[in-house]
């Protein structure tokens, strides 16, 4: 090596040490921030460099700046989150994805999705690749805690039910000893079958795939004897099999799966927002107000409507976005129970009635805490 | 420079002094990975540390070489993962080098169908993805089989359904210990006798006969242990029972297409490596050999392989590692393997990220290196063969 290139050498390596080291020191303030924010594109996979992940800013600041919203959604579960031909996603996860988009920027439009499998959706959100996770999640102790993540309500109580071919003459999930049973890994459904077979003295096998599509196709070609998954996934899966008629849904409820969106923990205002907004599209419903007539509600003079619609008080503010933030909810996507209906009602292919999804006072669980 | 040279210039000790330096720069900077990625994880109130490897672990495992309860811990499910990882990647290897040898040594063939037979296999198996393979195995067989109860049978004692394939249970009365030694001493003696012949044909030419014989002890020795012990043997045959067949020995659908993809996509990798591996013997060699009278069986065998190995080996080894590492595509098709249990239910369920994934890295490293360790051991030992 040339001797007068030694120094420079040295000090290139110095100086490199002494960034390093001084890095984490300036590293972790607002200066680092944008450069997570603004890596879009970027696989947050890839993310090895010691960048801090967790942003000092808030997401609704992250979101703001962004100009949408980035939901985790299903990899296609009609209903709950699908997209069509040419890629719009709708359902039901979808609408509350687009109320969170209708509250914060007053149009629904300004939202994105990723699709996640089972196993990748807690990553995705922790990393800070989405926003909120709406994807058909069951809300338990373990990912409410353990997890890094709150969940922040719930759109869809469900449970685990099992599904047969007709051929089988099973009636009942207690005829199921000694069954192949077909499910998808990194979901509470693998740990209920776990426990049922279990705590009822039945002998099973389990074969986990990680993506629907093929846990369908293996019951499909008579791998298992019986799928198993949430009730609602049942419908919804049942519609991608070759001839759905030749297969039933058995009676038995196993497990209590409420569905509902999670958020990362340590945002009460980003938990809010998305939690109000689901419970605008449920007072929305129990008042009467839907997306035809909410223009004219807000000329009513009943004051429960008009504080909802932001005529009356300041709740929009309080939450830290417009005032008219579940007006554009109603209108751009809908209450509740409208959503409930365009994605998974009776008139659509899974047809499923409200059951536990009726509001609190039809006898249902869906029940909204007053907009005061 | 004749005046008493500057610290700079011993290069002994500038070139210490640059590692050191580079050692600290890499040093620190793992150090900073580590200690902002747990800043953030605690920051996030996400879960850290190896407890959780010991809270049970609730699910079921389809294939568990160890006993597996739903009750057991996180960290039993890990040893039934890698254990399956094991299972596919050794009998994997093992028939990826028989067929990859053969398809090498085929597609050379003077005979015309044989060496174009050869070449469209290995052209066509080594240029479709093997994700696709994987998938035409799984479901291409799934649905070519009947279901459990119109199994395919042979006389009754072994069926084949789309549960898999059942063959009836040996069942050993006795002392398992004893006939496990016994294969050891199969084994052992079978060696010996092995080496005795060759030092005696390199010392006096002469061939010991029947030496060829030899790997016969390998059965012989416990047949005969088990005569002498009286022990007794039961089979114990698959019957069908409810959903499915119940006792004796059965293979799962997932892992036999798991196998067969790994090792047909292999073997086409690896006859590659051996064509090479052949092409690269001059033909010099092969003249001389026959110029010496040998028939070209004992050519390919005592001249050709050996010269070829010393070039086959070390790619060989890269298909080796590649077909572990390729066994974690196991999780499209649910073969419970590592990647399939542990990052991703046991990931899944914990939520610990960061350890999962550094556990299942540090093993597949432990078992790349294990694996280049054997090969390398291999290589030096058949290197010794050149003069
Ligand atoms: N609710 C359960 C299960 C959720 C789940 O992953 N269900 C599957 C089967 S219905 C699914 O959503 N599949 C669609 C997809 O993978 O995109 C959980 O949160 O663990």
Request: net charge negative; proline share 8%; aromatic share 6%.
């Given at each position: 090596m040339n001797n007068r290139l030694l120094p420079a050498v040295l000090a290139l390596v110095v100086g490199l040490l002494a960034g390093f080291l001084l890095y984490p020191m300036f590293a972790?303030?607002?200066?680092a921030a944008p450069a997570v924010a603004a890596s879009?594109?970027?696989?947050?996979?890839?993310?090895?460099?010691?960048?801090?992940?967790?942003?000092?800013?808030s997401t609704l600041d992250l979101v703001r700046e962004r100009g949408y919203v980035r939901c985790g959604v299903s990899q296609g579960l009609p209903g709950f989150s699908n997209p069509n031909d040419s890629g719009d996603w709708s359902g039901i996860d979808v609408d509350l994805c687009r109320a969170v988009a209708a509250a914060v920027?007053?149009?629904?439009?300004k939202s994105r999705y990723t699709p996640l499998s089972a196993k990748e959706r807690f990553t995705a959100l922790q990393s800070g690749e989405i926003d909120v996770l709406t994807r058909n999640t069951t809300w338990s102790l373990t990912r409410d805690t353990a997890l890094g993540l709150d969940f922040v309500g719930i759109n869809y109580y469900d449970g685990q039910g099992f599904m047969v071919r007709?051929?089988?003459?099973?009636?009942?999930?207690?005829?199921?000893?000694g069954a192949v049973v077909c499910t998808n890994t990194g979901t509470t459904t693998e740990l209920n079958v776990a426990d049922f077979f279990r705590s009822n003295g039945l002998a099973y096998s389990i074969v986990a795939f990680e993506k629907s599509d093929e846990v369908v196709a293996a019951y499909d070609a008579g791998r298992c004897d019986a799928f198993t998954t949430d009730a609602s996934g049942l419908y919804s899966e049942?519609?991608?099999?070759?001839?759905?008629?030749d297969h039933v849904v058995l009676p038995e409820i196993i497990s209590k799966e409420p569905l509902g969106p999670a958020v990362r923990q340590g945002d009460d205002q980003w938990a809010d927002i998305v939690r109000w907004s689901l419970f605008a599209m449920v007072e929305a419903e129990e008042l009467g107000v839907t997306s035809k007539n909410a223009g004219d509600m807000?000329?009513?003079?009943n004051p429960a409507i008009r504080r909802l619609l932001g005529v009356e008080g300041a709740f929009g503010q309080n939450l830290g976005i417009p005032n008219d933030w579940a007006y554009k909810i109603i209108t751009q996507v809908g209450n509740y129970g409208e959503s409930f209906e365009r994605g998974?009602?009776?008139?659509?292919?899974?047809?499923?009635?409200?059951?536990?999804?009726?509001l609190w006072k039809d006898g249902g669980l869906q029940y909204s805490p007053p907009v005061r | 420079m004749p005046s008493s040279p500057q610290p700079w210039n011993n290069p002994k000790l500038r070139a210490f002094a640059i590692q050191l330096a580079v050692l600290f720069v890499v040093g620190s900077f793992v150090w900073i990975i580590v200690d902002n990625t747990i800043t953030n994880l605690q920051r996030q109130n996400i879960a850290s540390g190896?407890?959780?490897?010991?809270?049970?672990?609730g699910f079921g495992i389809a294939?568990?070489?160890v006993d597996y309860t739903e009750q057991s811990s996180y960290g039993r499910a890990l040893l039934v993962g890698f254990l399956n990882t094991l299972l596919v990647a050794v009998i994997g290897i093992f028939v990826a080098t028989i067929l990859g040898f053969t398809l090498g040594i085929a597609r050379l063939s003077s005979n015309w169908l044989v060496a174009k037979i050869a070449t469209v296999y290995i052209e066509v198996v080594r240029n479709v993805p093997l994700l696709l393979q994987l998938f035409f195995w799984y479901f291409a067989v799934l649905r070519a089989l009947p279901l459990p109860r119109e199994s395919l049978s042979l006389l009754e004692v072994a069926f084949l359904n789309n549960r898999g394939i059942y063959v009836p249970a040996l069942l050993l009365e006795g002392n398992g210990l004893i006939l496990g030694l016994s294969v050891l001493v199969g084994i052992v003696s079978a060696w010996l006798i092995g080496r005795y012949a060759k030092r005696r044909r390199l010392e006096t030419g002469e061939i010991v006969k029947?030496?060829?014989?030899?790997?016969?002890l390998i059965f012989v020795v416990p047949v005969l242990a088990f005569l002498a012990l009286d022990m007794g043997l039961k089979a114990e045959v698959p019957s069908l029972q409810g959903f499915g067949f119940k006792g004796g020995w059965s293979l799962i659908p997932e892992f036999v297409s798991l196998l067969l993809a790994l090792s047909f996509y292999t073997a086409a990798f690896i006859a590659e490596n051996v064509r090479s591996g052949i092409l690269a013997v001059s033909k010099g060699q092969t003249e001389a050999a026959r110029a010496l009278g040998l028939k070209p069986t004992p050519i390919l065998r005592l001249v050709i392989i050996p010269q070829a190995l010393r070039v086959i080996i070390p790619p060989l080894t890269s298909q080796y590692l590649n077909l572990t590492k390729n066994s974690s595509l196991a999780v499209a098709i649910a073969y419970p393997d590592l990647v399939s249990v542990f990052s991703g239910t046991v990931l899944n369920q914990t939520g610990q990220a960061v350890e999962v994934i550094a556990i299942t890295m540090t093993i597949y490293l432990s078992l790349s290196l294990f694996t280049s360790l054997v090969m390398n051991w291999y290589n030096r030992h058949m290197a010794l063969v050149e003069r």
């Open positions: 972790g303030g607002d200066e879009d594109d970027a696989d947050p996979q890839a993310e090895a460099a010691p960048l801090p992940v967790v942003t000092s800013r920027f007053g149009d629904a439009d007709k051929e089988l003459g099973v009636k009942s999930v207690m005829e199921l000893d049942r519609l991608k099999l070759a001839d759905y008629n807000r000329t009513t003079q998974v009602g009776v008139n659509t292919p899974l047809g499923i009635p409200r059951g536990l999804n009726a | 190896f407890g959780f490897l010991e809270n049970p672990a294939l568990t070489l029947g030496v060829a014989f030899a790997p016969l």
